[in-house]
C-alpha cells in the first residue's frame, strides 16, 4: 500500500492555503485535525516560538464547558506535539492506520517550515521514513516583493477585524518598516531554504513552483502526477486567502521596490539560476 507524507515548507502568501485544500477534497488524503501545525518551525526557529506560546495561552483561556472541553482536547493533542515530537509522527501513522485501504498521502503544509535547519528537516525525515512514509516536499515561491506585500496585507486585515478603529501606518509605510526584519527574511530567502531542502531530500521528491505560474496547466499537470493521486482535480479558479490590494497604492513605488529588490538580491538571482524566474517576477526588473 502506498503510504504518502507531503510536507509543505512555505512560502507564505504563496498558494499554500489553495494546494491544502485542493488535496484535502481527495478521498485519498488525511490532513488530519488542523491546517497548519507550526510544530518544527515553533521548536527551531526563535521567531515562530511564538506559535507555542499561542496554544499554551490559548489552552488557559479555554473555558470548562462541554465546547470548552471539546476545544481543550484538541489543544492538549497539539501541545503534546511540541513535548514530545515522536507524538506528531505517531498521530500520522494512526491516521493511517485507521483509515483503510483508500487513504494513501497525509500531510502538513505549514509555510513557515521554509525556515527549518537542514538538523530538523533530516530528523522529520527519518522519522516518518521509520514509519514507512515516502516523504514528498512542496516549495512554492513568489516574487519576494509581493510576497511581502501580501503579507502585510494579511497582517493588517487581520488587526482590523479585530480591532475595526486600531489606527495602521499607510501601507506602503508599514511594508518598509518589515521588509528587512526577520519574520520577513525567514519566510523569503528561498536560497536558504532550497539548499537545505537539497542537503536532505532527493530532488526527485522536491516540486518547485512560483505562484505567478502555479495555476498554469503545465504546473498543474507536473503537480499531478508529483502527489501521485488518481482523483486530484485542482480548481484554478479557486484562490484561498486573496488579500486585494487598496485602491489608493496601486503599485509600490520605484524607489522602495529598488531597495527591496536589492536588499532581497541575492534571493532573486538564484532563483533566476535555478527555476529562470525573470520573466515571472515583476521585481526582476529593478536588479
Known sequence: MEKNFILGV???KGGTSWLRSQLKKSRNVDMGFTNEYHVFDALFVPECEGFLNGKLKALQKTSFDLGGLSEKSQLLKHISFYIDTQNYYDYFDY????GGDDLTTFGDITPSYAALPESALSTIKSELEARGFKVKVVFL?????ERCWSMIRMQRNSLLRKNPDEVLLDELQHLEKIYSTGQCIIRTKYEITVKNLELVFDQSNVFYSCYENLFEDKTINRLRSFV???NFDPDINHHANVSK???S???IDDALASKMVNFYRDTYEFCERKFG????WGGSKYL
Open 245 to 247: 490590494k487598496t485602491s
Open 95 to 98: 491516521l493511517w492506520y485507521r
Open 10 to 12: 512555505g512560502c507564505q
Open 249 to 251: 497604492v496601486a503599485e
Open 228 to 230: 501521485n493521486l488518481a
Open 141 to 145: 515561491m513568489r516574487d519576494p516583493i
Open 277 to 280: 524566474v525573470k520573466e515571472l
